[in-house]
């Protein structure tokens, strides 16, 4: 059975500087603006990396846009223009959004190719702010090495509720406390077959003690 999706519009990603006067004309820092056409609730965002070191998701929540219906809110979000009026202005108001994830590093070493182009997960749990009754989300790319002129993240996926987990299996014990062999887990049989290839013996046959090959230090006698 497939997730459900939620549909958003994407706008970015949009260079951000601290010195608006810098002659450089790198920055390591842009936003990408996911703008949903109503409240929803989202459980992940997923995709695809391109050389980006960390990544920050705020978010924008219903309760801090007013109650001005949310199509003029997201046009203004996008636009810039004067169209639902004072809701439009949480958009713009750094003070309506909510750092849910500050800085999640994707890349742990931003000057080598490390996770570069890893597939990520970003989940509600992960968030200082509930993800309930979502109108937009930010999320800030940042990449402080000068090596990769070029940043970004593609294929991005919200999804309605947490990812499922795998499914695992339970180790079944008989009567007598033993394990089921026949219900052993792949990682168990793993650990057999690599005992057998390499001939390690089992604890239970070193308890017994030496072997008939062993000696005894005990029992030898200089001459």
């Known amino acids: 059975m ?10 970015g990603p949009t260079p951000v500087y601290v ?24 459980g992940e965002i997923t995709f ?3 050389y980006t070191w960390a990544v920050g998701v705020h978010v924008l929540r219903c309760s801090s846009a007013s109650t001005v ?40 070493h ?13 989940t509600c749990l992960e968030s200082r702010v509930d993800w309930q009754d979502v109108i937009g989300m930010r999320l800030v790319l940042r990449q402080p090495s000068p090596v990769w ?3 970004f993240i593609e294929e991005i996926t919200a999804y309605r509720e947490l990812p ?16 089921d062999k026949s219900h052993q887990s792949p ?20 308890e017994g003690g030496l072997g008939g090959g062993g000696y005894d230090l005990v029992a030898l006698q200089y001459t």
């Open 2 to 11: 497939s997730r459900e999706t939620v549909a958003f519009t994407q706008s």
């Open 19 to 42: 010195d608006e006067a810098a002659l450089s004309p790198r920055t390591g820092c842009f936003v990408i603006t996911l703008s949903f056409p109503q409240p929803t609730q989202i």
């Open 48 to 50: 695809r990396n391109y």
């Open 69 to 108: 219906p949310l199509g003029g809110v997201v046009a203004a979000g996008l636009l810039g223009g004067d169209a639902g009026g004072e809701a439009a202005w949480a958009w713009k108001d750094p003070s309506s959004w909510h750092v849910g994830v500050r800085n999640k590093v994707i890349m742990p």
């Open 110 to 122: 931003p000057h080598t190719e490390t996770s570069s182009h890893d597939f990520v997960s970003i």
């Open 149 to 151: 002129r070029t940043f």
């Open 164 to 179: 499922r987990l795998p499914p695992f299996s339970v180790p079944i014990i008989t009567q007598d406390g033993q394990s």
């Open 187 to 206: 990682l168990e049989r793993l650990i057999q077959q690599t005992k057998k290839a390499m001939r390690i013996p089992d604890e239970d046959s070193l």
